[in-house]
């Protein structure tokens, strides 16, 4: 690697300025404010705070409601990203089967990426509102007993769908990008000793996209926890009852909805802790088992 | 092991011809190899014995079977690419017992097999490597290893030495070699390296814009070689070929000289092939012509000297002893050998 060395020691200080400056004031500070906030209880008219100590922590941890949202978002995130990744992968395969067309197709699949979440929700909402929704008639002449504003789980499918299909989109994109950068000739030395295409694809295919699975997985975890907010919020508002109120969800809920800001604090510093313990343990664990050509 | 079959092989990308039926049998155990210049189609010709590309129309067999329309899995033949097409994520092992897992191998079968082939192309020390921490030459030796642990009835090789530095090739060239010898399989290579051509082959198809040229033998190519074009592809330096004339026993030479050459049986315009070796030089003018030296390339064995032919702009390469000394604008007086002349037609190409 080339060493770049500056005459003077404040140039590259103001070069890295502008980065520098968004992530203190955007990341750091707010991070700052929640660790603050988190230690302290404030009166309901937000005139003043007392110190509490760990006090809130433990009320958090006490709250069934809370445990309920820890299990609600677990479930909620592995399906998103297991189906987000699962789906898209195997779109992408599809695609490179594509002769005519192909960059077409690909453009017509990111499209749904540049909808916004509230819009994306929105319209699966609509689609799938018991009363008046195009597919949720179907469903019902199925003999589904569909109805996400009443039951918890047709809730949680909902909004799982929408959230997936959202992701899919992105998770597309850099799944085309890695098959193609594995070389066609290795396939062709697979079909010569006499691999089917299924098992070149689990032995060959699947391994050599161990980087891009694996970053897509850290991003798909992280978008589930985190930028899925807005489905929820636009498809169901946690509910019904609280049987889709993510941790991130409850966060928002309690503190700019109820105004317990202590408590709300005190979530959102367990949430940065799981994430980064999450995301520390991908790496521990599952990079090792990556293959990096 | 088996016979490759080839009759009226044809090619076409979107009605492009690129392949213009190729006809030849390739006997059990011999080593045919496919050369000529980049875009001639030979990578293509090879692919479609391979099963990788479609046939357009004609029938390959290999042993008793057409296998137009068997998958490459299917047609019992193994492949060496140019870029070796290692599997990255795998160790040596794992790359060369893959096909033999595949084909459901018992384990002590497949270790014996790897075994068997890692002594012979010594890579025993490497076999729980990955491909990454291989040098090239060791890599190539691993993608011959995995053609070789599937004794497939026929063995095809893509300009395998290509991406070797140049004392590697010749290596690997006499090792390639050498274990043709002690497996006896049917194998066809590809290359656009002459040497290698030379040197490996029982057999040569010499290929141009996706026509077969001439198929023999390597001495039968480099001494009578079928058209201008093999002519002027094989051997190094190229020929010397040119326009002259034939008439009553002599050739007229660019620059209006005239030589005469004993039981010339050739008359009118042709093109003469003359090889920089063939070349005699003689001390003095008499059945001669003057060659005008421009430059000497002294390469220590033996030296070439380029020239042209004295009032013309034809250019002649010529080959001069190692000790000579001979030197830019140096006059030589050359005469013709009149057993080793090469007559092509102006016309067509063909040998005359």
């Known amino acids: 690697m080339r060493r770049t060395v500056f005459p003077h020691k404040v140039l590259p200080w103001l070069l890295l300025a502008p980065q520098l400056a968004i992530t203190l004031i955007f990341f750091y500070w707010p991070a700052a404010q929640a660790f603050r906030q988190s230690v302290l209880k404030e009166d309901p008219f937000g005139l003043s705070s007392t110190f509490v100590g760990l006090a809130n922590f433990r009320k958090v941890l006490s709250d069934p409601n809370y445990l309920n949202a820890v299990q609600v978002t677990v479930v909620f995130s592995l399906l998103v990203a297991f189906s987000a990744l699962a789906i898209a992968l195997f779109l992408a395969v599809q695609a490179e089967k594509i002769i005519r067309g192909k960059g077409f197709y690909r453009t017509l699949m990111i499209w749904p990426y540049a909808v916004a979440p509230a819009i994306a929700g929105m319209l699966w909402l609509f689609m799938f509102n018991p009363s008046f929704g195009t597919l949720a008639w179907p469903l019902r002449q199925l003999g589904i007993d569909w109805n996400p504003l009443l039951d918890g789980d047709d809730a949680m499918a909902l909004v799982v769908a929408a959230a997936t299909w959202k992701q899919i989109s992105y998770n597309f994109l850099f799944f085309v990008a890695g098959l193609q950068a594995i070389p066609k000739s290795l396939l062709e030395a697979a079909a010569i000793d006499g691999a089917s295409r299924r098992h070149a694809f689990w032995t060959i295919v699947f391994p050599l996209l161990a980087p891009t699975t694996f970053f897509l997985l850290v991003v798909n975890t992280v978008y589930a926890l985190f930028d899925t907010f807005g489905i929820i919020h636009a498809v169901t508002g946690g509910g019904p009852g609280k049987s889709t109120e993510t941790l991130v969800y409850k966060v928002y809920n309690d503190g700019f909805v109820n105004l317990i800001m202590g408590d709300s604090a005190a979530q959102s510093v367990i949430l940065m802790v799981i994430v980064i313990t999450l995301t520390a343990f991908q790496f521990r664990f599952i990079e090792r088992r990556v293959h990096y050509g | ?352």
């Open chain 2, 1 to 352: 092991m088996a016979r490759i079959q080839l009759q009226d092989v044809r090619k076409s990308y979107a009605g492009q011809q690129v392949i213009h039926g190729i006809t030849t049998d390739i006997a059990d155990g011999e080593f045919v190899v496919i050369v000529g210049p980049s875009g001639c189609g030979k990578s293509t010709l090879l692919r479609m014995v391979a099963g990788l590309e479609d046939i357009t129309s004609g029938t390959i067999s290999i042993g008793d079977r057409v296998v137009n329309g068997l998958e490459p899995r299917a047609r019992d033949i193994a492949m060496v690419f140019q870029n070796y097409a290692l599997y990255p994520h795998m160790t040596v092992r794992e790359n060369m017992a893959y096909g033999l897992k595949i084909a459901r191998m018992s384990k002590a079968d497949i270790d014996a097999a790897v075994a068997k082939a890692a002594a012979m192309l010594e890579l025993e020390p490497y076999l729980d490597r990955k491909p990454r921490a291989l040098s090239g030459g060791q890599r190539q030796r691993v993608a011959m290893g995995r053609a070789l642990v599937r004794e497939p009835a026929a063995f095809l090789l893509d300009e395998p030495l290509s991406n070797l530095d140049a004392k590697l090739r010749v290596q690997m060239r006499l090792q390639i070699r050498d274990l043709h010898q002690r497996t006896g399989q049917t194998t066809l290579y590809v290359t656009h390296d002459q040497v290698e051509a030379m040197t490996l082959a029982d057999r040569l198809i010499v290929m141009e814009k996706g026509v077969a040229q001439q198929i023999a033998t390597p001495h039968e190519v480099y001494t009578t070689p079928a058209t201008e074009f093999v002519a002027g592809f094989i051997g190094s330096p190229a020929m010397n070929i040119f326009d002259a004339r034939c008439e009553d026993g002599a050739v007229l030479l660019p620059g209006g000289h005239r030589v005469t050459v004993a039981d010339q049986a050739v008359s009118g315009d042709v093109r003469l092939g003359l090889r920089p070796e063939d070349i005699e030089i003689q001390p003095e003018a008499g059945n001669t012509f003057p060659i005008v030296l421009r430059s000497v390339e002294w390469l220590g064995a033996d030296a070439f000297g380029y020239g042209v032919i004295e009032n013309s702009d034809t250019q002649v390469t010529l080959r001069l002893a190692g000790n000579t000394h001979a030197a830019r604008g140096d006059r030589l007086h050359v005469a013709l050998p009149g057993d080793r002349l090469h007559f092509f037609s102006p016309q067509d190409g063909r040998r005359i």
